[in-house]
């Protein structure tokens, strides 16, 4: 691991914690994958979870650049919540609340066995009671995705925030900050069967 | 440019035209931009918008991977939009409706004489109106702050998307789509001052 990609060189005041790095990914639900492919750089948004000390993401077994992640290519996942516009007196110090995270390093596959416990966790995340919804995986779509892991260790992580009100006011114009909302819309139906209970908890 | 980098090799039914990619960095606000630093991917999310056939980024000239990217290491700019969780009867068929773009490239620095009205630029596409209310850039803030922008070419872009119901229904169970919006709160003020009109009409 390169130690200067894990650590900050400006503004260290915005170094944060592991808890900042599980929020991000607890409710960012979509991060970005880069990797290297023939040296250029390469990446691509995807849905990726947190439990625990792993980060995982799926995808089909002809995706490409999956298979080219999981034959060991290195990879930095990243994701982040903007939090609110920073407003301030003058342009240059205009910013942005946020919290966002990398974890670097290689992934390794989910064993065929875990799969479907895997795939389940996964639904579970961004759609809590859904797994038990549905019918049970066959074994031709188990067979046709692939689940990836990649440990969050001690060291290959970096969080970083900011919060509160611009810096420099002088009082003399408004400056405060724009808070910036993630929400679930009016589910729309098609179907004439009800609502499922994870769509309804979802939605409040 | 690596051919394959920009052709998608599954799911072609999901490739968008060049009106998805303007949507997706004018609505992001915050693009994720991947470049290669000794072989390993580094990734770094930051405000990004698009003017034209150009990307445009910013940030401190003390930023050392901003430094990287602009002494000509090749890039990857990549935003989304997610706009629904998409339910289906099946785990296997649950998916997401989302726009996502990539640009590829090499970042070329914005000239001094046009670091002033890029700036404005910048601002103006977060904040319609508010260049306007704010003192001019001072010398010092011009020197410190470094802009970069990245062309938008015939071929160096892919732009995805996915939308509508989930595939495979059956009629048996409700299926549908759950939209995600994202929406301005109410203003947190750190003044006295009464709120200016860019951030009044931001928030509608």
Chains 1, 2 share one sequence.
Not at 79 to 104: P, T
Not at 137 to 157: K, M, Q, S
Not at 174 to 197: E, K
Request: aromatic fraction near 4%.
């Amino acid at each position: 691991m390169n130690e200067a990609l894990c650590t900050l060189t400006r503004k260290p005041d915005r170094a944060a914690e592991r808890d900042v790095l599980d929020e991000v990914f607890d409710r960012s639900l979509v991060a970005t994958v880069s990797t290297v492919v023939d040296g250029q750089p390469w990446v691509v948004p995807t849905f990726v979870i947190r439990d625990g000390n792993r980060l995982l993401l799926h995808g089909s077994t002809g995706a490409g650049a999956l298979r080219h992640v999981a034959n060991g290519a290195p990879v930095a996942v990243s994701a982040f919540l903007l939090d609110a516009l920073v407003v301030a007196e003058r342009q240059f110090e205009h910013s942005a609340n946020y919290r966002s995270a990398v974890v670097r390093g290689t992934c390794t596959e989910v064993g065929e066995a875990d799969t479907a416990t895997t795939l389940d966790l996964f639904t579970e995340r961004i759609l809590p009671g859904r797994p038990a919804e549905c019918p049970a995986h066959t074994t031709r779509e188990l067979a046709a995705t692939l689940v990836l892991e990649l440990a969050i260790t001690g060291d290959n992580w970096i969080a970083k925030q900011r919060s509160g009100p611009p810096s420099m006011p002088t009082g003399e114009s408004w400056v405060g900050v724009i808070p910036v909302h993630s929400a679930y819309g009016t589910p729309v139906s098609d179907s004439r069967c009800p609502l499922p209970n994870s769509v309804c908890r979802l939605i409040g």
